[in-house]
């Protein structure tokens, strides 16, 4: 009886064993073809991106340093002007503020960076900032929220028209203005941003480098500044009457909270809190220091004298110089990209005269022709060493890279000044550029705004 139940049960479980093993087959392979368990891990499921506190603190300190650096522009700006002048143009920087950031809600973030068609705009799927909340969005960053991104790229947005306006400054009537800003944010700014560092931008797609601006905010604001200083015309009495700067005090105020506010807007482009941040930062401060030497010995050695004026202008060179190199270059590169930015840039803003357009404020000379050569610059000393995302340049055994600078900056060139063009000759035709003869002698401040900068 034993030996029939001992027989029953082995039965019972060779069954049991062939019913598992029809329920979960296994896939016979050779040993020497299967890895152990230990050797190759499944492979985990990706964590979904999470917030970095110290990235997020980042970049939120770097957009506030931009968005200071608007209200800079306006006292660097309104230092350069006649006394009469001095609120027409620090209106002109700080009314963008407003202007820009309403517009960039509704939908020019969306057109700048939101989904792309057609690799030249981006889609309206982010109007109103819609889909756009405090989760990161992986395509931009994946350590800081969504918001975050885009407060940082909207100060971008609100300097950039700002910077046009030194070339039509002491003439532009206030309600074209408003007008201007909101037309060429829309066609000019809000495509080349999206060209540029949109995903799936063509520019972008095409390999192209501009760490922080030097086609999206420096090339399209000084070739628009160009289209503008021939469309507006010279000012009355322009080189015939004294158009000295009436207080260049306020001018190097305004300078150097521009150098203070560029370490966000060139160490926060990083979009982390780290060595590539740290880079941008130090190679910043280098080039600056170096342009404002070298347009002051330039212009020592052109004129006798060493101005104040002259140190400041360089000073700012250096910083549109270095911008789009900021993040692909390091310490001696910078110190080269700064000291040829001052003495071309220099050279470039004597040149206005005898080229016959009237640039007020030197925004062609200094942001066109610096962001012209900082783009070039970027195609000869960008190296991966610095950081790997990027491209080596020609200095470093790759000459494909600057071919596609030049590309990027030609593109950027025409595609600035011919929609500028047409920008300003419809305003022209429609409502007018220019304020009249008599608001002009009496100046912006009392024409425009009804008051006065100083109770003298």
Not at 174 to 190: D, E, N, Q, S
Request: charged letters at 10%; glycine letters at 12%.
């Amino acid at each position: 009886m034993k030996r029939i139940l001992s027989v029953l049960i082995l039965v019972c479980m060779v069954a049991m064993a062939g019913a598992l093993s029809a329920e979960e087959p296994k896939l016979e392979v050779p040993l020497q073809q299967t890895p152990s368990v230990e050797a190759q891990p499944a492979p985990a499921v990706a964590a979904p991106p999470k917030v970095d506190t110290g990235d997020t603190a980042w970049v939120l300190i770097s957009a506030a340093l931009v968005m200071l650096m608007t209200p800079g522009l306006a006292l660097f700006y309104g230092g350069m002007v006649r006394r009469k002048n001095v609120l027409g143009t620090i209106m002109q920087s700080f009314i963008a503020l407003g202007v820009i950031t309403i517009i960039w809600v509704l939908y020019g973030y969306s057109l700048a960076f939101g989904p792309d068609i057609g690799h030249i705009i981006g889609s309206l799927d982010w109007i109103g900032l819609n889909g756009v909340g405090l989760e990161p969005n992986p395509d931009y960053s994946a350590t800081i929220p969504h918001q975050a991104f885009m407060i940082f790229q909207m100060m971008f947005a609100v300097i950039t028209p700002a910077l046009i306006t030194g070339a039509f400054a002491e003439r532009f009537k206030f309600k074209t203005y408003l007008l201007f800003l909101i037309l060429w944010a829309t066609f000019v700014y809000f495509p080349l941003a999206h060209w540029v560092w949109g995903i799936g931008g063509w520019i972008r797609n095409l390999g192209a480098l501009d760490f922080a601006g030097g086609l999206v905010v420096h090339i399209s604001s000084g070739l628009s500044a160009l289209a503008a200083a021939v469309v507006v015309g010279k000012r009355r009495g322009h080189g015939i009457e004294n158009m000295a700067p009436h207080n260049l005090t306020m001018t190097l105020l305004g300078a150097a909270l521009l150098w203070f506010g560029w370490f966000g807007f060139n160490g926060g482009s990083a979009v982390a809190s780290g060595s590539l941040a740290t880079s941008a930062f130090v190679v910043t401060h280098i080039a600056t220091a170096a342009a404002a030497l070298s347009w002051m010995m330039a212009e020592w050695i052109y004129r006798g004298k060493a101005t104040v004026l002259g140190a400041a202008s360089g000073a700012v060179a250096g910083l549109v110089a270095i911008t789009p190199a900021s993040g692909f270059v390091g310490p001696l590169p910078a110190v080269l990209i700064g000291s040829v930015a001052g003495a071309v840039c220099y050279i470039a803003v004597n040149l206005k005269n005898k080229l016959g357009y009237d640039d007020s404020l030197d925004a062609v000379g200094v942001h066109g022709v610096g962001g012209t050569w900082g783009a070039i610059a970027t195609g000869l000393f960008a190296s991966k060493v610095i950081n790997s995302a990027g491209n080596d340049g020609l200095f470093f055994g790759n000459a494909s890279l600057l071919w596609k600078q030049l590309i990027s900056v030609g593109a950027a060139w025409v595609y600035s000044f011919v929609v500028t063009l047409i920008i300003l000759k419809v305003l022209d035709w429609t409502i007018g550029l220019r304020v009249s003869e008599e608001d002009e002698s009496d100046g912006l401040d009392l024409s425009q705004h009804g008051e006065s900068g100083y109770m003298l």
